[in-house]
């Protein structure tokens, strides 16, 4: 089945941008959708088909994919924003077609 | 705004089988895809599976064989049913809903409920 590789950890100062990728092969061919998780909470929608973001989702965060390698950007990183944060493909030619990201954990320092 | 529900026991032993039902709140279970998603302790998501209202599934390869997700749309509820469990079931367990395609995201998840196996 598809494969999705997270970085485990990223760590960033409040303020400043957070990026997070997701490499998989050809993995600009799919569409990207990505996950924010904290601690005892259910997973939250950020952003899905790569660039678009739900109703009450800050613009701090966009997405992007291209490649092999698709990126969660957070501008403007604030404490709240820490959480696991999971990339998530649907790959169509494959039987288990959702596939989700080890996931990463963002601190913020 | 959808919302979901698990409820089921939170303890099933060893070669038993876990069974979950997830209530929809606020919308028809009606023209939508309906999917289990899992987490072990401190591990990431995994994909069960998930059914159309209509009573069409796609299982996780991995599980195909012990899982079974079933519909009522009478009540509102879909119901997921694992046999065999051992202790690597031992996760959270959420509902979700990806809408009307089944390759969406997921928009709506359940709070979760944790499933311990153990004797």
């Known amino acids: 089945s598809y494969v999705l590789t997270q970085p485990p950890s990223v760590s960033v100062a409040p303020g400043k941008t957070a990026r997070i990728t997701c490499g998989g092969n050809n993995i600009g061919s799919k569409s990207v959708h990505w996950y924010q998780q904290k601690p005892g909470q259910a997973p939250v929608l950020v952003i899905y088909?790569?660039?678009d973001r739900p109703s009450g989702i800050p613009e701090r965060f966009s997405g992007s994919n291209s490649g092999n390698t698709a990126t969660l950007t957070i501008s403007r990183v604030e404490a709240g924003d820490e959480a696991d944060y999971y990339c998530q493909v649907w790959d169509s030619s494959s039987d288990h077609p959702r596939v989700f990201g080890g996931g990463t954990k963002l601190t913020v320092l | 705004q959808v919302q979901l529900q698990e409820s089921g026991p939170g303890l099933v032993k060893p070669s038993e089988t876990l069974s979950l039902t997830c209530t929809v709140s606020g919308g028809s279970i009606s023209s939508y895809y309906w999917s289990w998603i899992r987490q072990p302790p401190g591990k990431g998501l995994e994909w069960i599976g998930y059914i159309y209202y209509s009573g069409s599934t796609n299982y996780n390869p991995s599980l195909k064989s012990r899982v079974t997700i079933s519909v009522d749309t009478s009540k509102n509820q879909f119901s997921l049913k694992l046999s065999s469990v051992t202790a690597a079931d031992t996760a959270v367990y959420y509902c979700?809903?990806?809408?009307?395609?089944?390759?969406?995201?997921?928009?709506?998840w359940g709070q979760g409920t944790l499933v311990t196996v153990s004797s």
């Open positions: 088909y790569d660039s």
């Open positions: 979700a809903t990806t809408g009307i395609a089944a390759a969406g995201p997921i928009q709506h």
